[in-house]
């Protein structure tokens, strides 16, 4: 069986939702199209009930599990075209996650929910609003004009050819009801007997949107806590004191220049929002050339970008393309800063220092037996923030040793200018350093 899907970071350039159209909060992160092939030709409704309580968890995926759930009803008979599935969450810009599939396009896809969809109306003035928010059930006969003029988006689903639709609570996550839609195109609506027999199978199937519930709203802890690969690596049990591996890496460090001197004439508040705006344009960059954001610390940012998952040479392209792309955005700021920022006489311009060294380190747990920190040390990171030091008495932005030079392609080796051999502290042979 061949699985077609696609999936992107958050921070990532979205997926084109064409054929489909999504409200300007709602972002496609992946699709399945495996159609019908997914599921058996033939089902009863006992099939459909032994899947959800045996193989079904054994799929981590919400996305793949919802898309042959589905297909499954259809090889059952069970008049439903059209299903969506609804998840509030815990993540630092998402309010919830869902998932759409129909028949009539064969597609399934993974949509994110940004906090400002529950103003807009495309959430306001539909019926999930009634069923997450206040907890109701919704039915609607698509075939009366008392139906036709329930809601706004009940017009598209007749002219689609929907006769019935249906939005049901599942379970409270939170403030908000988690919910599921269902609906047919059979004339009169799904028949008593198979509403029965459909109650029946969300009663088993809700369990495992519990399930996945907590184990995505884990993951997005992790994530945004430890980032993607640390936290997965915790996820999938590196929890112990020394539980880590050494790899190699081009260690990326940036720092902002005359910090303690924001922070003396700044309140806690506004000097938060400029470190906000600096972070958000570096962790940004990072994550879109696959890099991994290990640290904040203090208004210095850690990441890397491993060799073994990128490749030595893509590894060393992507952080400098990635250096480069912050020092753009931070320039972008200071040519038009953010009315959400305070006044820029007291702190514009905004400088930044960004070093990058290539070396091995230890990536993994270190700490007290009771609280610890899952990061990089080693003297590849030393040595990075003895390089990025460097860039205020060189009055350059961004500085690079010779290992990352010497792993670039020859198109950015051409375009970098040498600064001399520099002796770091702890290092016993001067480095040859270059600006970029």
């Not at 959430?123 to 928010?133: Q, R, S």
């Not at 509403?195 to 992790?222: D, M, P, Q, T």
């Not at 905004?350 to 993994?364: A, P, T, Y």
């Amino acid at each position: 069986m061949t699985l077609k899907t696609e999936r992107i970071h958050m921070t990532r350039q979205p997926l084109d939702p064409s054929p489909r159209t999504y409200a300007a909060n709602v972002q496609l992160l992946a699709r399945s199209q495996r159609g019908p092939a997914c599921a058996p030709d033939a089902q009863t409704l006992e099939d459909v009930k032994n899947w959800l309580l045996n193989d079904a968890t054994e799929i981590d995926d919400v996305m793949l599990m919802f898309e042959e759930f589905m297909w499954r009803c259809q090889a059952a008979h069970l008049d439903i075209d059209r299903s969506t599935l609804h998840i509030g969450t815990l993540h630092p810009r998402v309010i919830g996650f869902s998932w759409f599939w129909s028949a009539q396009d064969s597609f399934c896809d993974e949509l994110a929910a940004d906090a400002n969809a529950l103003q807009h109306e495309a959430f306001t003035k539909n019926p999930l609003y009634k069923v997450m928010a206040e907890g109701e059930f919704v039915k609607v006969d698509l075939e009366t004009k008392e139906g036709l003029n329930a809601f706004p988006i009940m017009r598209d689903l007749a002219e689609q050819g929907y006769t019935n639709y249906v939005a049901i609570p599942l379970s409270a996550s939170g403030t908000m009801n988690n919910a599921m839609t269902l609906a047919t195109t059979r004339k009169g609506g799904i028949s008593p007997e198979q509403k029965e027999e459909i109650r029946s199978l969300i009663e088993l199937f809700a369990l495992h949107v519990e399930r996945h519930i907590v184990k995505r709203i884990a993951r997005n802890v992790a994530d945004t806590y430890l980032g993607p690969i640390a936290g997965q690596r915790v996820l999938d049990g590196e929890i112990k004191r020394g539980d880590g591996e050494a790899i190699d890496a081009v260690v990326f460090m940036s720092d902002m220049r005359g910090f303690t001197g924001l922070a003396d004439r700044l309140s806690g508040a506004e000097v938060t929002a400029i470190l906000n705006a600096y972070f958000d344009r570096v962790s940004t960059a990072v994550l879109n050339h696959g890099g991994d954001i290990l640290k904040f610390m203090g208004d210095g940012v850690l990441a890397v970008f491993d060799q073994k998952t990128l490749g030595r040479q893509a590894a060393a392209d992507a952080a400098v393309n990635a250096a480069r792309a912050v020092l753009s955005s931070i320039d972008e700021l200071n040519d038009a800063p953010s009315d959400t920022l305070p006044d820029p006489a007291l702190w514009h311009p905004l400088k930044i220092g960004i070093g990058l060294h290539m070396g091995e380190v230890f990536f993994g747990n270190v700490g007290g037996e009771e609280r610890l920190d899952f990061t990089v040390i080693g003297r590849a990171v030393n040595e990075t923030s003895r390089v990025e030091a460097l860039c205020k008495p060189l009055g350059q932005t961004l500085l690079l040793t010779e290992p990352v030079r010497s792993a670039l392609p020859d198109g950015l080796k051409s375009g970098l200018d040498p600064m001399g051999d520099h002796v770091l502290r702890g290092v016993g042979n001067p480095v040859a350093i270059f600006s970029a």
